[in-house]
């Protein structure tokens, strides 16, 4: 298994260590190359899509990275041309998504508003409780998933405060059906990715 660990700093795959199935890639905004072997690591900034291919990872790790970004998608106020999320934590799920296998599974660990640790750092900009994914669901599907530009899919598989101290998220990446469903899901006018992935489970319902 391949898998991204996202913002991994000095401990890339360390929030996994008993998954010795699953090969590594870790990826900052800060320089760690020569913490790892080569291929192992990607210096990156999350305002540029993720440079990896569609569909590319088993799972994908970030922890106590999400709430370092920004809420505006720096090129939503610089850029007139640009037509991607004006929030950049819409833009880098997307992008997640993007390079998930679909029915795999994204783990993100954020701090919990209610712990002191979330309010520590001026580097936070987002506030995370247990009911916060939640919105990002398949089954919440209406028109602010369209205003947001949020074309990724997503069900909630786990959305639980741990330890009085952390949100501890999995959201499962789940394929479009059809590039009808995508039209219905975003509108006519938004562009028409051709998804046809098949054997995806959704409530149940083996499509």
Known sequence: MLGLDIGCGDKK????????????????????SHLYPPGEFVRHNL???????????DIIVTHHALEHLPH?????LLDPSWTGPGDLLVFVLNEI????KPGSEAHIVVPWKEHTNAWRSPT?????????????????????????????????????????????????????????????????EMPLLDYKYAGIEIEGITY
């Open 72 to 76: 505006t998608h720096p090129r939503a």
């Open 124 to 188: 936070h900009y987002r506030f995370f409780d247990e009911n916060f994914w939640n919105v990002f669901s398949y089954k919440a599907v209406g028109a602010e998933h369209f205003a947001w530009k949020l074309w990724s899919k997503w069900k909630i598989i786990q959305n639980k405060v741990v330890d009085q101290c952390h949100v501890y998220a999995i959201l499962k990446a789940l394929q479009w059906v059809s590039p009808e469903e995508y039209r219905q899901y975003l509108g006519a």
């Open 13 to 32: 795959g360390a929030h996994m260590a008993k998954r010795q199935d699953i090969q590594w890639i870790g990826l900052d905004a800060a320089d760690f």
């Open 97 to 100: 998504w993007r390079v998930l």
């Open 47 to 57: 305002i540029h899509p993720l440079p990896f291919p569609d569909r590319f990872f």
